[in-house]
Structure formats: C-alpha cells, structure tokens
C-alpha cells in the first residue's frame, strides 16, 4: 500500500529563498505544499515554478495560521504523513526523511527536529537560548520527559495529529511548547531527533521589542492553561 | 483599606483571574485578547500590597479620596481594552473586505469555467449530430 505523504511549508516574503528549499525537498521524493501567507512578492509565484503546489491564502493568518491552512490540505488530499519545514532556508530539507521514518514505521506520532541534539547546527542569540530552556524546562516538568528543542518548527506528524491540529487546539499565533504538554495529555507519542538547522536570513517572527514580550506573556500563560485545557477526545 | 475591604479586594480579583483562566481553558477567550484583562485582575489582587505606592499617586495628582484614585484607573483601563477591540475590529474589517472580494473573484472564475465547459459540451453535441 502505497502510502501518501506531503512536506507543508508555510511561506511569507521569500521569494529568495523558497526556490531552493522546494527544490531540495522535493529531491528527497517528497510532494511539496507551500502555504503562501499573502506575501507581498512573488514567493507564491517563484515556489509554483520550482514545482510546488501553492495555497494562497488571501489575508495573511501569521505562522500558526498558514500552517494550519496547510493541515486542512493535507486531511483534505487524504494524506498519510505530514512534514513540515521553514520555507526559509533554516531547515535542511535532507532530514525530511529522518523526521518521516519513525512515523511510517509506527514508532510514534509526531516526531520533532531538534537542533540542539545536532553538534553541526547554528546556535541561536544568548537571549533566545535562555527564553527556549526556560519554557523547555517548564515543558520537561510538565510532560516528565526532556524536551530540548521547544520551538522547532521543523516536525514530521501523522495524520491523526495532522487532524488534531486542524482543531482549535491548535493555537493562533505560536504552536511551541505548550502543544508538546497537550499532545502529551491526548497520549500521543512524541520524539525527538537531531535535525540541521541553519541560521535563518528572513525577518524573524520575534523582531522588535513589543513581540518577543508579548511572546513571553503568551507563552507563559498557554503553558499555565495547557495542563487543564479542554482538549477534543481522541478516536478509539 | 480595611481587612474587610482587603478581603473583597482579594475575593474580586481572584474571581476575575479564576474567570479568564477558564475562558481561556474553553477556548472561548484567546490569550491575545486577554492579557489586559489578565492586567487588571492581577492589578486587583496586588491593590492591598500596592496601597503605599498607591497614596504617594494620590497626594501627588491630588485626588479627593481613594475611591475617586480607583474610579479613575477602571475608567482608564475600560477605555484601554474599548481601545483594544477598536483596532481588533478594524483589523476584522480589512480582512472581511478583502475575503469578499476574494470570494467575488472566485465566484467569476467559476462562472467562467462553467460557461466555458457548457460551450466545449454544446460542441460536441454539434459534431456528433
């Protein structure tokens, strides 16, 4: 049975970039779906022609959202298996595979790229490392297992996940650490493997000074909620 | 402020935070449009503790009594979060805008297709007569 699997990268002012990184994953043999976050410039455009099938979305949702967009794709195609990148080039698309591996052979639900179990990836700022261990920390509490790499956007998932996250579950802005405690309470098996990453050259999504606080804020308040959260019933 | 008047300060704030928390926990209130809210639950519970800070404002600004301090920090704060959905409901109208336009465009592309294959159906009928 041949099963069907699809590489969601959300997209926003990349022109630059995503050509490459929809042609590297497409080499590893697998479809590509870039989500076009109503870029101003030709992302949608430039990713189509590297061989990309392109969802433009008409008003820019954020991160959250056009990745989202994405699952609703994915559940709607019937898809299998679901990995999802950056289109800006931080994500070597050669670890798709790696990612995808332990999904297709039953080993777990999501499994998730962490760059710091890589010796070879980039190291984020001081300031960010801090925040990230902090809420990794938080996180390693809650679910009773180490979690390294909180924030990684860089994930493969089966389908049942790839339906949870088309829920309202999945949160608006930032699906970081407090998604890992509610995939933990719906018992899904999560795991961890070193990915490469590289530093990324786009805008971040956490620039400025009014973002990153109200980054902390958010976070810290989804994490609170996260372990009492009401939360869908998973299907027998 | 008296213990009395400490107590229902306390019992109101806690309240209010135990409120949002649950909100938040249904889904029903998202953490975005939350955080002034969160602000002044806690700005209720920290009042007993934020009393000393409170009358150096009071004698500084000239306030009558404590209560007309308080009246006027709710007002300032109710006009911050009418602030708040202000530019949240701007933000909905642009989107809504450009959704329904986007939807008009869509439905003129469908229409066309539509036609178009009506016209491809009619010619065929024609060849095969």
């Known amino acids: 049975m041949s099963e069907k699997i699809l590489a969601i990268i959300p997209a926003y002012k990349e022109e630059e970039r995503i050509s490459s990184v929809v042609k590297q994953t497409i080499g590893q043999g697998i479809p590509v779906l870039v989500v076009d976050d109503c870029s101003p410039d030709q992302t949608a455009r430039v990713a189509r022609e590297a061989g990309a099938m392109v969802l433009s979305l008409p008003i820019n949702l954020g991160y959250a959202g056009a990745l989202q967009a994405g699952y609703h794709f994915a559940v709607k195609m019937d898809i299998d298996y679901v990995v999802q990148l950056d289109g800006d080039g931080q994500h070597d698309p050669a670890f798709c595979s790696v990612l995808l591996k332990p999904i297709i052979k039953g080993e777990a639900d999501v499994v998730m790229g962490s760059r710091f179990l890589d010796p070879g990836s980039y190291r984020p700022t001081v300031f960010r490392r801090l925040g990230q261990r902090f809420f990794a920390q938080i996180a390693s509490r809650f679910i009773g297992e180490e979690v390294t790499d909180p924030t990684t956007g860089f994930q493969a998932l089966s389908r049942e996940v790839a339906e949870l996250y088309c829920t309202d579950v999945f949160p608006e802005d930032y699906p970081d650490a407090d998604l890992r405690i509610i995939l933990d309470r719906l018992g899904f098996r999560v795991l961890e493997l070193p990915v490469r990453m590289y530093a990324s050259e786009g805008e971040s999504m956490h620039g400025g000074i009014l973002k990153p606080i109200y980054y902390i804020y958010k976070m810290l308040l989804a994490m609170l909620v996260a372990p009492i959260k009401v939360l869908p019933k998973r299907r027998a | ?129």
Do not use: H
Request: net charge positive.
């Open chain 2, 1 to 129: 402020m008296s213990p009395m008047q400490i107590v229902f300060v306390l019992i109101v704030g806690f309240l209010l935070l135990g409120l949002l928390l649950n909100l938040i926990r249904y889904g029903t209130l998202s953490e975005k449009y939350s955080l002034v809210w969160i602000v002044i639950a806690f700005g209720i519970i920290a009042t007993p503790l934020l009393q000393p800070l409170y009358n150096v404002v009071i004698d500084l600004f000239g306030f009558v009594s404590p209560v007309t301090f308080y009246l006027v920090c709710a007002l300032l704060l109710v006009l911050l979060l009418l602030l708040q959905f202000s530019l949240a409901f701007t933000a909905e109208r642009k989107q809504r805008k450009r959704m329904i336009i986007e939807l008009a465009m869509l439905k003129n592309e469908l229409e066309t297709v539509s036609l178009r294959l009506d016209d491809y159906e009619r010619n065929n009928v024609d060849k095969k007569k």
